[in-house]
DNA sequence: ACCTGAACACCGTTCAAGT
DNA sequence: ACCTGAACACCGTTCAAGT
């Protein structure tokens, strides 16, 4: 697996994206990059000045791989949820990526090729021109948090899943029926927000889409 | 501001809420916590079993604290609007606290408060009973990582700040109008991920309520 | 010119040894 | 019985010194 000396920018990225892939959940390190590399950490700073830059780079060769094949597909609602279902596939499990890629997007073809769709889509829509950035802004804020979230939610171990759902019992079925009555009159079919995350993302995505589609002027 | 010797579980959490509430962002760590307590980390692991729980206990006090003198006004949307703005506030800046509360939720008074008050408002919004659960789990989840987002953007720094802005104008004012034409088309009026939170949070979440509303049956 | 060993300033967590 | 010093196994990042 480790090489010898110089590697390329290129070469670095690629060797990131597959540590991160493969290594569970949180635990990419700059330092473990280095040793999968055969390297030490402080040379890696040549390539990029901050961790957050490399990962910058590599939630955009992701996001660029994961547009590979993409065909867009149905009507603009359907377009969108299709790519916002690969962007989650693709940062999935990677809480680090999918936070960066929230807190500034990136600057590559990648993120590009998310944002055209995206506006391209919502163009398709018949929305009104001058509607289209807002929608657009509050399309992407809304995958960013819930694909980081839901990516949060998979570095739990199973112990603290088990541990996180003992927890929610207790608070849920022990609560005080005088003083919660309508957390104790729903106990029984209220969930935690570490379940269903995936039918979550969908649903959720879906009525903000449907309700773009409402409050749209009829053409 | 350090005391001597033997803490209470209380004061501990006290404590660890006022050091999160004053320092910036990221910066928290079991080892600083001691240190204004005057003790070595070792001793917090008597109280807590890992740094998680502790946050999720600190979770819960700052909900509660933010639940302090909340009184139900106006209608079900607006409950829901003005509750959800309590806890964006209570979490604010405060990414550890936020995503731990989004991996989990909590299982104090504080999260049983914000449960409460959430389900009481679908009840009064004349949802059929059957429905209300997978009403909550959406609206919750939907916060959690709305949140949680938004306090992850504040942990920029403002040179990371301004380098993500410069990046994300050259990806979109650079881009290839052949290759992306929307892109190049809505160039100047297309804001990155980072900007016009607090405004996305509202508007997101009001979609969200009036779709809900949309879909109800006549009552 | 390029690279890297070693160091700096941190982490969360454990546990033997002390009081 | 309670507490803690010291250690373990890590982090991201810098920079003087080497090749």
Same mark, same amino acid.
């Given at each position: 697996?480790? +090489?010898?000396?110089?590697? *390329?920018? %290129?070469?670095?990225?690629?060797?990131?994206?597959?540590?991160l892939?493969?290594?569970?959940?949180?635990s990419?390190?700059?330092?473990?990059l280095?040793?999968?590399?055969?390297?030490?950490?402080?040379?890696?700073?040549?390539?990029? /000045?901050?961790?957050? &830059?490399?990962? /910058? !780079?590599?939630? $955009?060769?992701?996001?660029?791989?994961?547009?590979?094949?993409y065909?867009? &597909?149905? $009507?603009w609602?359907?377009?969108?949820?299709?790519?916002?279902l690969? =962007?989650? &596939?693709?940062?999935?499990?990677?809480?680090?990526?999918?936070?960066?890629?929230?807190?500034?997007?990136? *600057?590559?073809?990648?993120s590009?090729?998310?944002?055209? %769709?995206?506006?391209q889509a919502? /163009? !398709?829509?018949?929305?009104?021109?001058?509607?289209?950035? =807002?929608?657009?802004?509050?399309?992407?804020?809304?995958?960013?948090?819930?694909?980081? *979230?839901? !990516?949060?939610v998979?570095?739990?171990?199973? %112990?603290?899943?088990?541990? +996180?759902? %003992?927890?929610?019992?207790?608070?849920?079925l022990?609560?005080?029926?005088?003083?919660?009555?309508?957390?104790?009159h729903?106990?029984?079919?209220?969930?935690?927000?570490?379940v269903?995350?995936?039918?979550?993302?969908?649903e959720?995505?879906?009525?903000?889409?449907a309700?773009? &589609?409402? !409050?749209?002027?009829?053409?």
């Amino acid at each position: 697996m480790a +090489g010898r000396r110089r590697w *390329s920018t %290129e070469e670095i990225l690629d060797a990131a994206a597959e540590l991160l892939r493969t290594s569970s959940a949180d635990s990419f390190s700059v330092r473990k990059l280095a040793a999968t590399l055969g390297t030490d950490s402080s040379s890696l700073y040549r390539h990029f /000045r901050s961790k957050t &830059e490399l990962l /910058r !780079a590599v939630a $955009d060769r992701i996001l660029l791989a994961a547009m590979d094949g993409y065909r867009p &597909e149905g $009507d603009w609602k359907q377009r969108i949820t299709s790519l916002a279902l690969r =962007v989650r &596939e693709a940062f999935g499990q990677q809480p680090q990526l999918a936070s960066v890629w929230g807190r500034y997007a990136s *600057s590559g073809t990648g993120s590009r090729l998310v944002m055209e %769709e995206v506006l391209q889509a919502l /163009r !398709a829509s018949g929305l009104p021109d001058e509607e289209i950035p =807002v929608r657009y802004h509050r399309i992407v804020v809304l995958l960013a948090a819930l694909i980081a *979230s839901e !990516a949060g939610v998979s570095t739990v171990t199973p %112990e603290e899943h088990e541990q +996180g759902l %003992e927890l929610f019992r207790v608070a849920v079925l022990g609560a005080d029926p005088e003083r919660f009555p309508a957390l104790a009159h729903f106990a029984r079919d209220v969930r935690p927000l570490g379940v269903d995350r995936r039918a979550a993302f969908e649903e959720i995505l879906a009525d903000h889409l449907a309700h773009i &589609e409402a !409050a749209m002027p009829p053409s």
